[in-house]
């Protein structure tokens, strides 16, 4: 199970952080993704972590001011979020992935959480 936390409304140019809380076992193996998925629009993957050696992996529109990060002894995966601009607009959705694949695509995710607005104001 995994759940999110952290998001709200902002300004532009402020930051924001959201948490994902995982329970279960083995939370080391997986590999773990933000999604978000704003209105109208598809969901798609802002950021990625993987196993160890922990290799990240940023879309284009979040690199530079996103930060993903995870404590395997809490179970837990953050994603920091920086310079924050309208079109971050979206509900943001944690994700974990059992398998060893590109773990590019939503349907190799196995877990998802319920999701956490974001909401940015200009």
């Known amino acids: 199970q995994l759940l999110e936390s952290g998001g709200g409304e902002v300004q532009a140019g402020d930051s924001l952080s959201l948490s994902c809380a995982a329970s279960?076992?083995?939370?080391?193996?997986?590999?773990m993704g933000w999604f978000r998925q704003a209105p109208g629009k598809e969901r798609e993957l802002v950021a990625r972590?993987?196993?160890?050696?922990?290799?990240?992996y940023y879309s284009d529109d979040v690199k530079g001011r996103y930060i993903i990060q995870r404590d395997n002894e809490k179970n837990m995966v953050y994603l920091y979020m920086n310079s924050l601009k309208p079109e971050d607009t979206a509900i943001y959705y944690c994700?974990?992935?059992?398998?060893?694949?590109?773990?590019?695509?939503?349907?190799?995710?196995?877990?998802w959480g319920q999701g956490t607005q974001v909401t940015v104001s200009s």
């Open positions: 994700a974990a992935d059992a398998d060893w694949g590109t773990s590019t695509t939503l349907e190799e995710y196995d877990y």
């Open positions: 279960g076992d083995d939370f080391s193996n997986y590999v």
């Open positions: 972590i993987g196993r160890m050696p922990l290799r990240t």
